[in-house]
């Protein structure tokens, strides 16, 4: 068996991990596919804007039975009514679980099966979600400030991005009168 050294890492509630081994940025232009308001995103773009809408700093492993350990920080902001959010994706090895604990603002969790079921729980500090085997999960800052929760999950997992950038999520969420609102999303499902 391989062996691992222990570690400890200091996590602060601003979401910064330290150490970390990798630094993930997403923007807009990382996301053009995944916003439904396509017009909201070009018009940005258009005009030289790609703000930054999320990032993750995490500790990796790679040996089976590992856990990664990663922290998330999505900032506050829309496209068009859509509140940002990340891109969300299935693990590639189905049989894979991963728990979220919140460290600060608030959020959403978005979760579908293969067939399209969604389930939603809330993301906030002192909450923890359980992600269950086969749920594909995006997280989504409904909040005014950052929205930062901690991720720690089999380091075999993998991530299947393409069928989520493909299919999209059956839900939205969107900002109706001020607050978070759920609604169907009219493009799911269509490549
Ligand atoms: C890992 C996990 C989280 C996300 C992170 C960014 O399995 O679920 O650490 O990776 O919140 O979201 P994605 O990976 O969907 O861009
Ligand atoms: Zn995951």
């Keep these: 068996m391989m062996t691992s050294e222990p570690y400890s890492a200091k996590l602060s ?31 940005a773009l258009s005009k030289g804007e790609n703000p930054l809408i999320y990032v993750v700093y995490e500790i990796s492993r790679k040996t089976e039975g590992e856990l990664n350990v990663g922290c998330t920080i999505i900032y506050p902001g829309k496209v068009g009514d859509e509140y940002y959010f990340t ?26 099966d293969k067939e399209g ?9 002192e909450m923890i979600v359980y ?24 380091s075999d997992s ?19 009168d001020g607050r978070p609102a759920v609604i169907d999303n009219p493009n799911y499902g269509r490549d």
Excluded at 138 to 151: D, K, M, Q, W, Y
């Design 158 to 176: 993998g991530h299947d991005y393409e069928t989520i950038r493909k299919r999209g999520f059956a839900k939205l969420i969107v900002e109706r």
């Design 13 to 43: 509630k601003t979401g910064m991990l330290l150490p970390y081994n990798t630094r993930t940025e997403r923007r807009l232009a990382d996301l053009r596919e995944y916003f439904s308001d396509k017009r909201a995103v070009e018009d």
């Design 131 to 154: 992600i269950p085997p086969g749920l594909a999960h995006r997280s989504v800052n409904t909040g005014r400030t950052e929205l930062v929760f901690l991720a720690i999950y089999p």
């Design 117 to 125: 079921r969604v389930f939603i729980e809330e993301i906030k500090p």
């Design 87 to 112: 891109k969300g994706h299935f693990h590639v090895k189905e049989a894979t679980s991963e728990v979220y604990i919140g460290m600060s603002g608030e959020g959403l969790i978005l979760m579908q």
